[in-house]
């Protein structure tokens, strides 16, 4: 089992910053991929960004490119989304989660571990 827990959402301004963290524990996720996951009111949860944790690739969706950074501390077992140039539309719940399996996926049905979800809403 691996557990997951994030912190550091909040209400910002458009254009502003703000870094989510999320800190694993239990099962070490050392041979796994981490990934955020939004989701906004009446609409399906999303891939953002994910991480291999072996190898460092990272992998972003389109709409958060050039936006938003991955990153991850092993000592910690944390991952970091580093959200910069916020927009209304960014405004979500946003979960960490963990895939066991071997391949990357931005499908979150692969997805076997979740976090409680942090929020982030982003005023116009």
């Known amino acids: 089992q691996v557990q997951l827990v994030e912190s550091g959402g909040g209400l910002v301004q458009a254009g502003d910053s703000l870094r989510l963290s999320c800190v694993a524990s239990?099962?070490?996720?050392?041979?796994?991929?981490m990934g955020w996951f939004r989701q906004a009111p009446g609409k399906e949860r999303e891939f953002v960004s994910g991480?291999?944790?072996?190898?460092?690739?990272?992998y972003y969706a389109d709409s958060v490119k050039d936006r938003f950074i991955i990153s991850r501390v092993s000592t910690t077992n944390t991952v970091y989304l580093q959200m910069n140039s916020l927009k209304p539309e960014d405004t979500a719940v946003y979960y960490c989660?963990?895939?066991?399996?071997?391949?990357?996926?931005?499908?979150?049905?692969?997805?076997?571990?979740w976090g409680q979800g942090t929020q982030v809403t982003v005023s116009s």
């Open positions: 989660a963990v895939d066991a399996g071997y391949y990357f996926s931005r499908r979150s049905q692969t997805y076997d571990y």
């Open positions: 239990g099962r070490s996720v050392s041979r796994y991929a």
């Open positions: 991480i291999v944790w072996s190898s460092g690739s990272r």
